[in-house]
């Protein structure tokens, strides 16, 4: 089953604007991913950030992650129109598969 | 980032036919991968968890005789349709798990069942 919620569903912002993205889950993890989907394309492994660890940076990129509210947050800088996607974390949660969320869909407007 | 294949990328069967999907770790040795299922405009549904050389442990719901899965080596699992029909079509998405516990998605396959 999907236990990972993101929100917003949807987002809609300027070239160069911020975009911020969370997650919650409900059950302890061993770490938490975020992938990007280009429409109709597979998943583009972001940053995988591990239940001890409380921030990660990549590029453009900063993900949070607050164990104790079961939640991640992942920033995109200086947004740009190629990071319009669907954006999904994932949770690790043993058993070795992943959760997914339902996903964001980011719109970047020129 | 290590590099996960998929094929075919698209394929339109008759129903009734089966259809076979590969999976291959182009890069690196992994011992599970994992197949997934989305609808369009909906989040990724895993189905099966596959490892070398033991049997798929399958998701609640999965028709474990419908989709058949084989992984043959470190490299190449297969997920098998049979006898597939319309309501079989979707989006198939394969994964690998890495030896960081990352894991790396394939470009996916389009099926379409007429």
């Known amino acids: 089953s999907q236990q990972g919620e993101e929100d917003p569903q949807a987002l809609s912002i300027q070239e160069g604007e911020n975009a911020t993205m969370n997650c919650s889950y409900k059950?302890?993890?061993?770490?938490l991913q975020w992938y990007r989907q280009n429409s109709g394309r597979g998943l583009v492994h972001l940053i995988l950030?591990?239940?001890?660890?409380r921030e990660k940076h990549s590029g453009r990129l900063r993900v949070t992650l607050d164990t104790s509210k079961k939640s991640s947050s992942l920033l995109i800088t200086a947004s740009r129109a190629a990071d319009t996607a669907s954006y999904f974390c994932?949770?690790?949660?043993?058993?070795?598969?992943?959760?997914f969320g339902q996903g964001t869909r980011l719109t970047i407007n020129p | 980032g290590a590099v996960v294949s998929q094929h075919p990328s698209w394929v339109i069967c008759k129903s009734g036919t089966s259809v076979k999907i590969e999976c291959r770790s182009l890069?690196?040795?992994?011992?599970?991968m994992f197949w997934y299922r989305q609808f369009p405009k909906q989040s990724l549904m895993l189905m099966a968890t596959?490892?070398?050389?033991?049997?798929?442990?399958?998701e609640q719901g999965v028709e474990k005789d419908k989709f058949l899965i084989n992984h043959a080596s470190l490299t190449l699992s297969t997920l098998t349709v049979t006898s597939a029909h319309p309501e079989d079509s979707s989006f198939y998405i394969c994964?690998?798990?890495?030896?960081?516990?990352?894991?790396?998605f394939g470009p996916g396959t389009r099926l379409t069942v007429l």
């Open positions: 994964s690998a798990k890495s030896r960081t516990d990352t894991q790396y």
């Open positions: 059950t302890s993890i061993n770490n």
């Open positions: 950030i591990r239940s001890n660890e």
């Open positions: 994932a949770t690790d949660q043993g058993a070795q598969k992943l959760v």
């Open positions: 890069d690196f040795q992994a011992t599970t």
């Open positions: 596959s490892n070398e050389g033991s049997k798929a442990t399958y």
